[in-house]
């Protein structure tokens, strides 16, 4: 099972399902599901962040849902048959936090040392595109540009000082991201002893999606394949089993520093493979279980 936000005709947003390799507006079947439990001032869910903060991002409460027979009677009107734009899954986290060198070989690629707790760092939330967006460089900007596919986590409910062994419990889901970074910006800032996150925050410099898989859809997180395409060519080839810090040790650690909020973006580290980016690449990044994700990059004029 999988959500998704998406428009059509580009006149309403919509969240959708897939379930078994069959498309379904689940906005739409919630409204049903509603109806039939006698809920006379119901609204709708229109948005995949509203799902997460009602905690209804779930495999099992999503099955009830469409095992009722009020929705099962109109499951042909709830697939979706005509074509439709995925937009951003969580377009409007309270925060995006991301880890540095959370891999072993990306760390020697990059010649740095291995970190001896986790490094945290934040992007701006205006850098989320969505599936099939184009990650624009801006004119002004020179150097190089890099990739980083990575397994992001999706909080599910609030959460501080989280216990490691209960931190799988605060997810919603699992979903890609492409941390695109402004590398030759990025040293410069090292260099001069400044934070980089500018280097991390340019717009469009986040690609997001276009699924979320609910964490009861996924046993184990540190068992995915983590693989990036550029222009056909694989370029990041790995596995989350190679992450330094796993991932309720991250949550745990990051909510000692800060109130995790539902909707919150963690995003894991990048394995080794980093390369340009330039204008009119295309860049496929598959995560198993998750899905792909395909963005195209353009150099503004």
């Known amino acids: 099972m999988k959500f998704f936000s998406y428009t059509h005709d580009e006149k309403k947003f919509y969240i959708g399902a897939e379930i078994k390799k069959e498309n379904y507006n689940l906005t739409e079947a919630l409204d049903i599901y509603q109806k039939s439990k006698g809920v006379t001032k119901k609204f709708s869910i229109q948005f995949l962040q509203m799902l997460i903060e009602l905690g209804y991002c779930s495999k099992s409460i999503i099955d009830q849902i469409f095992n009722n027979p009020w929705v099962q009677s109109k ?154 395409k550029l222009n056909n060519k694989i370029r990041q080839n790995a596995t989350t089993a190679d992450m330094i810090f796993k991932i309720p040790a991250i949550i745990a650690y990051i909510s000692k520093y800060m109130t995790l909020q539902p909707g919150d973006i963690i995003a894991t580290g990048t394995p080794e493979g980093v390369s340009e980016i330039k204008d009119g690449d295309n860049i496929e990044i598959t995560i198993s279980k998750l899905g792909v994700l395909k963005n195209t990059v353009k150099k503004e004029k």
């Open 75 to 228: 499951i042909k009107k709830l697939t979706i048959t005509s074509e439709f734009k995925y937009s951003i899954p969580v377009p409007r986290p309270s925060k995006i936090i991301c880890l540095g060198r959370n891999y072993q070989a990306h760390i020697k690629e990059l010649a740095h040392k291995v970190p001896d707790e986790p490094i945290l760092f934040s992007k701006a939330s205006s850098t989320l595109i969505a599936h099939n967006e184009e990650i624009i460089i801006p004119s002004w900007l020179e150097g190089r540009i890099d990739h980083e596919a990575e397994l992001a986590v999706i909080i599910g409910k609030i959460g501080k000082n989280i216990p490691e062994d209960e931190a799988l419990n605060y997810l919603a889901g699992y979903t890609i991201i492409n941390d695109v970074t402004a590398r030759d910006m990025q040293k410069k800032d090292l260099k001069n002893s400044n934070p980089w996150f500018r280097s991390k925050s340019l717009d469009t410099f986040s690609p997001l999606g276009p699924f979320v898989v609910p964490a009861d859809e996924i046993d184990d997180p540190h068992n995915l394949n983590i693989k990036l």
